[in-house]
């Protein structure tokens, strides 16, 4: 449905604050949640406003604690039974409530499925727009305190940065693994205000019988160790060269986008521009040149090693550490090295 415009800007003042809208699942925060408080406390200090964060679900008080920890200033926190799985109804229903009465300037979400599915239930209720999979957000100093949403558009060609400028509050979901985590610090204090749920068992339509576990299933954007492989792998079976390695180190397997082109491996498992954002504690890149669109990608990692064949490839950038040398004899030696080590 299109909403009214008027040219003037109204007064948005009663509008103070940035949320974050912590996302869990069995009591362990999603670490988008984190990324995002540490993205927020550089909104919230160019605006000088509070950090907030709201944490829902069941018996989740220690996360409220972690989101303080993680530069939350204050910490909603709405504990209750019906909240215990992901249902759209009552979490949409507590975020509208708080979004009522503590009437944040911006709330951002992680641009999960969860996320996604809640940010856009919100959006329907609200007179305001939210912009998609952001990668990048900044304010505008007062007094237009406009938030700056910026995200690829045109098949990832170019950014476009998008403005909410006639509604509050200004809402955004951003990609995982994009934005840094402040370090944790189990000395800082805040606010932690409980909430009620406003919602009751029986109002409830959907009911969450079971979950099936999708045998799997990769996250890349949750991973500590990702291996990736390139177009140097030559085919689609080096790949599983690159599945002994990432088991041997409790690691899971990235590819270029060269190689997922090429049919080796699904697009689930591209990092890159157009695939995945991590930010793994080791990354392995085997066989890869390091063209732009992928070091974007996984640039923020902890540790990267690279493995290529020319020691000019650009790669080597990027790397913490360096092997220059075939692939092929490289990674077997390298997993078998790690597993005596385990043994
Ligand atoms: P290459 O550049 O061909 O590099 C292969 C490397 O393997 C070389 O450095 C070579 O020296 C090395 N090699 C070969 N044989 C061996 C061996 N036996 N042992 C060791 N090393 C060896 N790319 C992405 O990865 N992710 C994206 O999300 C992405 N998005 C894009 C979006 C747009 C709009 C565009 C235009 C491009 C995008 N690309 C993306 C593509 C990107 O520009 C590069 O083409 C791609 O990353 C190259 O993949 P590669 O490094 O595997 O292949």
Redesign the pocket.
Known sequence: MAKEHNDEMPDWSAYRGVLIVVEQRAGAAKKVSWQLLGEGRKLAAKLEVPLMALVLGEHVAHLAEEAVQYGADRVYLCEAPELRDYRTRPYSRVCLKLIEEAKPEIVLFGATATGRDLAGAIATHLPTGLTADTTQLDVEPPPSRLLLASRPAF???MMATILCKQYRPQMATARAGVFQALPKDMAREGEIIRMDCPMREEEIAAQVLDFLRETGKLNLEEAEIIVAG???L?GPDAFGLLAELADALGGVVGA????VDAGWITHEH??????ATVRPKLYIAV?????V??TV?MSGADVVVA????AN?P?FQFAHYGIV????KLVPALTQAIKERRQ
């Open positions: 098949s990832e060609k390139g177009r140097g030559g270029s986008r060269a190689a591209q990092v890159g521009q157009t695939g066989g890869i040149s390091g063209a669109q992928h990608g493995i290529n064949r020319d490839a790669i040398g075939d692939l092929f």
